[in-house]
């Protein structure tokens, strides 16, 4: 299968003569972390919504590792596992009972289930939690539910949409750690507003304004890009109050 997991171009959304989203095109490649910028109402989630085929782009062409999305979306979708901000969770069920349903939305076959609830519960901090009551677990423990449900069919894709909301910093950095480890053996494509977060975790980094891309590229090529600008959250600051006075 391609190296090229993801690959956008000219991917649109309109609501009526509204444009949320206007001509994004990038790729990412198997083992990066795109970091996925803006400020409230750039177009993220809209984005991000296309990009796990839960909303469909008025124009535009969207590749999952190859595979058309909006011509062959089980095939493609099979290799994608997505967060929303608010985690899809069943708070009256077990730790266990969710990630098995969750594996058998995914169609991961009947025998191998077991090992893939043991195996991802490991990689996600949850192999002593597997009887208790998802609403019994703390916010940071639910945040850990709802990727490992990303990732229980082992996708080559992994989408994050603010997977640190309302997290305490030591709940943060443990989902860093996670994200980070991801990121090895995936591709993810993370939005957050928290730029350190971006900074500490990300190879690459793509900044929305007012639904289009104000900049794509990584950290070295951002600062020959804004050399007059001290880090990325100046140069953050700039390209959006740039756009918006334009």
Not at 95 to 103: H, I, N, P, S
Not at 181 to 187: C, I, P, R, T, V
Not at 215 to 244: C, M, N, R, S, W
């Amino acid at each position: 299968m391609t190296n090229i997991t993801v690959s956008t171009s000219d991917l649109s959304r309109s609501y009526g003569t509204r444009t949320a989203v206007h001509d994004i095109g990038f790729e990412l490649r198997q083992g990066e972390v795109l970091g996925l910028l803006g400020p409230n109402g750039a177009g993220k989630t809209t984005t991000l919504q296309m990009l796990a085929g839960c909303l469909a782009p008025s124009a535009g062409r969207i590749e999952i590792c190859g595979i058309d999305l909006l011509e062959r979306p089980r095939e493609a979708k099979a290799l994608l596992g997505f967060l929303p901000e608010t985690p899809p969770l069943y708070r009256d069920l077990t730790v266990d009972e969710y990630l098995r349903f969750a594996a058998r939305l995914h169609h991961v076959p009947k025998a191998g289930i077991p090992a893939a609830l043991e195996r991802t519960k490991r990689r996600c901090g949850l192999a002593d939690t597997g009887k208790r009551l998802i609403g019994s677990l703390s916010k940071g423990f639910q945040q850990r539910v709802g990727i490992a449900q990303a990732i229980v069919h082992n996708p080559r894709v992994v989408i994050l949409d603010e997977p640190t909301v309302g997290l305490d910093p030591i709940q943060i950095r443990e989902i860093r750690t996670l994200i980070r480890e991801l990121g090895g053996k995936h591709s993810v494509i993370l939005s957050t507003h928290i730029l350190t977060e971006v900074e500490s975790v990300c190879d690459r980094i793509q900044i929305m304004d007012r639904g289009q891309l104000v900049f794509g590229g990584d950290f070295a090529q951002l600062k020959q890009a804004h050399p007059e600008q001290a880090g990325l959250e100046e140069v953050f600051i700039h390209l959006t109050q740039q756009e918006e006075q334009a």
